[in-house]
T-cell receptor, first 113, second 113 residues
Framework: EAGVAQSPRYKIIEKRQSVAFWCNPI?????LYWYQQILGQGPKLLIQ????????DSQLPKDRFSAERLKGVDSTLKIQPAKLEDSAVYLC???????????FGPGTRLTVL | GNSVTQMEGPVTLSEEAFLTINCTYT??????LFWYVQYPGEGLQLLLK?????DKGSNKGFEATYRKETTSFHLEKGSVQVSDSAVYFC????????????FGTGTRLQVTL
């Protein structure tokens, strides 16, 4: 069974530029999550989707971050404009449902210069 | 609010030594508790979990017991191996329809020969 796929794996941009990350969850998984993991910290949930609807986006900085999950499968996370403090690893995870085990992708390491 | 506190690393042990990584949590209700592991260059993987008080989660020689009275979920292994070198994250999952995982800051384990 294929795992959660993410791309790109690495991205370096300058501040004020925009960037987008892509996630393909495990087939059949209805719930999709985006986490931000700053160096030396644990992952922090940014947004959770159930199919193509948002369940929790309380910690998403909505002035610069946006996410969508069209057709309830793939998802994209965008940052525009990026700030230095956005440097982190962005993790995507998926699960069959809201109470099932979450499976994590390898993450995208973002460096903002 | 909900939080997870785990011992700071790095923890350096010789092979076959006994491992304890402490984890305590604050949460409302009766959360599920998890230990995730992140090997170098890889994504987060679920190591073990416990869903109610006094449950013991175990996997690959690792164990952790859900202690509601002390709000703790300490990770233990009787004899570590070099291959156990990784970062370990304690986490809890809130109750209710949202399944947000709250992570600790992670503890790096380095096992030497």
């Amino acid at each position: 069974e294929a795992g959660v796929a993410q791309s790109p794996r690495y991205k370096i941009i300058e501040k004020r530029q925009s960037v987008a990350f892509w996630c393909n969850p495990i087939s059949g998984h209805a719930t999709l999550y985006w986490y931000q993991q700053i160096l030396g910290q644990g992952p922090k949930l940014l947004i959770q989707f159930q199919n193509n609807g948002v369940v929790d986006d309380s910690q998403l900085p909505k002035d610069r971050f946006s996410a969508e999950r069209l057709k309830g499968v793939d998802s994209t996370l965008k940052i525009q404009p990026a700030k230095l403090e956005d440097s982190a690893v962005y993790l995507c995870a998926s699960s069959l449902g809201v109470r099932n085990e979450q499976f994590f992708g390898p993450g995208t390491r973002l460096t903002v210069l | 609010g909900n939080s997870v506190t785990q011992m700071e690393g790095p923890v350096t042990l010789s092979e076959e030594a006994f491992l304890t990584i402490n984890c305590t949590y604050t949460a409302t209700g009766y959360p599920s508790l998890f230990w995730y592991v992140q090997y170098p260059g890889e994504g987060l993987q679920l190591l073990l979990k416990a869903t109610k008080a006094d449950d013991k989660g175990s996997n690959k020689g690792f164990e952790a017991t859900y202690r509601k009275e002390t709000t703790s979920f300490h990770l233990e292994k009787g004899s570590v191996q070099v291959s156990d070198s990784a970062v370990y994250f304690c986490a809890h999952q809130s109750t209710g329809t949202a399944s947000k995982l709250t992570f600790g800051t992670g503890t790096r384990l380095q096992v030497t020969l």
